[in-house]
């Protein structure tokens, strides 16, 4: 197989209605992508996945969805409104834009902190030491100004009177803000944690690569609130899940692997991410997180309100830890998008592009075939009808039938079902392994239970 680029990627994500280039007729809008048909059924199965592993099948696990906007007091405890205001600078000469404490510590090889450096100080560093931009190599840098890292719109209807708020720039602060409503409305006992999935807003530096980085993007995350005394059993137990969910959704173990972090944030006890060899090299899929009493310590400070948790048993009072996992819905949608692209030379010489999806995440579960339209149309679309009461399923009466059995492999349909003269004559129908590309008979009447069976992800 040749190997997998994004623009591959890209290339086949457009033709065949999985993503396109967000507003693209208006020249599109940079890092923006917009999910089309097939895409959308991908991104929600991840979604569900996800849900299923992480709130469904664990009793101590909550689900919130926030609100998007929140009070800006949030994020004055999150420390976003401080860190307004990352240091930045672009390259004259390619008029790529960078952050200067990156750009130091990585000239350095991370010996050097540019933490508590000025702009001033960062810039007699750079010149110094002759640092050239990592794109072009040249140096010939703007001077470093202040990055805003959040959007920011306005509440008011006039504009004198407008406040300022914020896209949120990450999802965890909505179950922080709820920690309480969700322990007394559950009653729930620590351990326990609260699971969310929506969208982010970041003003990235170098947004890019696809969908890897963007500056709107979906996030899966969780938090679990415990004593400090079982936080690391739970931090490690929480990364051995993470691993498991993603191979469990067949990608390559030899395609994983853990990076432990060696600089911690000032209050995080570990943190972790699992990287991924994507076709840019290993990149972070993840992060697993151990945020100490941190986050609920700064609310509590922020808001005025008690946030200490109560022992039912004990009566002890205590504020308490919290393990973090968070992964972001487009960028596994990317990885997997990455794992399941193969080409294959068939034995008559031609290629195929195949997407081995797992059938649980695969955004079409079965394909609809007749034969011949004229002849075994009408049966098809009765059959459909069974079908897609279950499933999504796709019809397709136009071309070869090979022709069309490579339409959904591209798409990673695992299933195609053949109506010929055999469904009229004796209700059987072909159905057809997107993998194996072997065909069995099967009576119409166990089509859906045999496929449910197939698509389960457990
Ligand atoms: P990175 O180091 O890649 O910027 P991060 O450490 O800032 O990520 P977190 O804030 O921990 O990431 O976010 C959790 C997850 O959300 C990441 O592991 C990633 O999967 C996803 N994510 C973060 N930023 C983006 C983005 N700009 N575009 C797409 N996904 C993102």
Same mark, same amino acid.
């Given at each position: 197989?040749?190997?997998?680029?994004?623009?591959?990627?890209?290339?086949?994500?457009?033709?065949?209605?999985?993503?396109?280039?967000?507003?693209?007729?208006?020249?599109?809008?940079?890092?923006?992508?917009?999910?089309?048909?097939?895409?959308?059924?991908?991104?929600n199965n991840v979604k569900k996945a996800w849900w299923k592993r992480f709130v469904q099948e664990d009793n101590s696990c909550y689900g919130v969805d926030a609100a998007i906007l929140m009070n800006p007091r949030v994020w004055e405890a999150s420390g976003h409104i401080q860190s307004f205001g990352d240091? *930045?600078?672009?390259?004259?000469? =390619?008029? #790529?834009?960078?952050?200067?404490?990156?750009?130091?510590?990585?000239?350095?090889?991370?010996?050097?902190?540019?933490?508590?450096?000025?702009?001033?100080?960062?810039?007699?560093?750079?010149?110094?030491?002759?640092?050239? =931009?990592?794109?072009?190599?040249?140096?010939?840098?703007?001077?470093?100004?202040?990055?805003?890292?959040?959007?920011?719109?306005?509440?008011?209807?006039?504009?004198?009177? +407008?406040?300022?708020?914020?896209?949120?720039?990450?999802? =965890?602060?909505?179950?922080?803000?709820?920690?309480?409503?969700?322990?007394?409305?559950?009653?729930?006992?620590?351990?326990?944690?609260?699971?969310?999935?929506?969208?982010?807003?970041?003003?990235?530096? #170098?947004?890019?690569?696809?969908?890897?980085?963007?500056?709107?993007?979906?996030?899966?995350?969780?938090?679990?609130?415990?004593?400090?005394?079982?936080?690391?059993?739970?931090?490690?137990?929480?990364?051995?899940?993470?691993?498991?969910?993603?191979?469990?959704?067949?990608?390559?173990?030899?395609?994983?692997?853990?990076?432990?972090?060696?600089?911690?944030?000032?209050? +995080?006890?570990?943190? =972790?991410?699992?990287?991924?060899?994507?076709?840019?090299?290993?990149?972070?899929?993840?992060? @697993?997180?151990?945020?100490?009493?941190?986050?609920?310590?700064?609310?509590?400070?922020?808001?005025?309100?008690?946030?200490?948790?109560?022992?039912?048993?004990?009566?002890?009072?205590?504020?308490?830890?919290?393990?973090?996992?968070?992964?972001?819905?487009?960028?596994?949608?990317?990885?997997?998008?990455?794992?399941?692209?193969?080409?294959?030379?068939?034995?008559?010489?031609?290629?195929?592009?195949?997407?081995?999806?797992?059938?649980? @995440? +695969?955004?079409?579960?079965?394909?609809?075939?007749?034969?011949? *339209?004229?002849?075994?149309?009408?049966?098809?679309?009765?059959?459909?009808? @069974?079908?897609?009461?279950?499933?999504?399923?796709?019809?397709?009466?136009?071309?070869?039938?090979?022709?069309?059995?490579?339409?959904?492999?591209?798409?990673? #349909?695992?299933?195609?079902?053949?109506?010929?003269?055999?469904?009229?004559?004796?209700?059987?129908?072909?159905?057809?392994?997107?993998?194996?590309?072997?065909?069995?008979?099967?009576?119409?009447?166990?089509?859906?239970?045999?496929?449910?069976?197939?698509? *389960?992800? @457990?």
């Open positions: 197989m040749s190997k997998l680029t994004m623009d591959k990627l890209v290339a086949l994500c457009k033709n065949r209605g999985i993503i396109f280039p967000g507003s693209e007729i208006y020249g599109g809008f940079a890092n923006t992508w917009d999910f089309g048909p097939v895409g959308v059924e991908l991104k240091p *930045k600078m672009d390259c004259k000469n =390619c008029k #790529t834009r960078h952050r200067a404490d990156t750009i130091i510590e990585n000239f350095s090889k991370g010996t050097v902190s540019a933490e508590g450096m000025t702009n001033e100080e960062m810039e007699k560093y750079i010149a110094e030491h002759d640092i050239k =931009c990592p794109n072009c190599g040249k140096r010939d840098w703007t001077s470093i100004r202040k990055f805003n890292p959040m959007f920011i719109t306005s509440r008011g209807t006039l504009e004198e009177d +407008a406040d300022k708020v914020y896209l949120r720039p990450e999802t =965890c602060q909505g179950e922080y803000v709820n920690f309480l409503n969700v322990q007394r409305t559950m009653r729930a006992k620590i351990p326990f944690a609260i699971a969310q999935i929506g969208k982010s807003f970041r003003n990235e530096i #170098t947004p890019g690569n696809f969908l890897f980085r963007t500056i709107e993007f979906e996030q899966m995350e969780l938090q679990m609130f415990c004593k400090e005394e079982d936080s690391m059993n739970i931090y490690n137990n929480y990364k051995e899940k993470a691993l498991k969910f993603v191979k469990d959704l067949n990608v390559k173990e030899e395609n994983l692997r853990f990076h432990d972090h060696d600089k911690l944030a000032h209050y +995080a006890k570990a943190a =972790c991410d699992i990287q991924y060899n994507f076709p840019i090299g290993w990149q972070e899929l993840n992060g @697993i997180h151990h945020r100490s009493t941190w986050d609920l310590s700064r609310h509590q400070e922020y808001s005025g309100k008690n946030l200490q948790y109560t022992d039912p048993f004990t009566n002890e009072k205590y504020t308490p830890n919290v393990i973090e996992y968070s992964i972001g819905a487009d960028r596994l949608t990317l990885l997997l998008l990455c794992e399941a692209y193969d080409e294959q030379q068939l034995e008559d010489g031609e290629t195929r592009v195949v997407m081995h999806f797992h059938p649980a @995440i +695969a955004p079409y579960k079965v394909a609809v075939m007749p034969l011949i *339209k004229k002849l075994h149309g009408e049966k098809a679309e009765e059959i459909l009808t @069974i079908l897609n009461k279950e499933f999504m399923t796709q019809y397709d009466e136009s071309g070869s039938i090979g022709k069309r059995y490579r339409r959904q492999d591209e798409i990673g #349909t695992p299933y195609c079902v053949t109506i010929d003269d055999d469904t009229i004559n004796n209700g059987t129908v072909t159905i057809r392994d997107r993998d194996t590309m072997q065909q069995i008979t099967l009576k119409v009447e166990e089509l859906v239970e045999y496929i449910k069976e197939k698509i *389960k992800f @457990i």
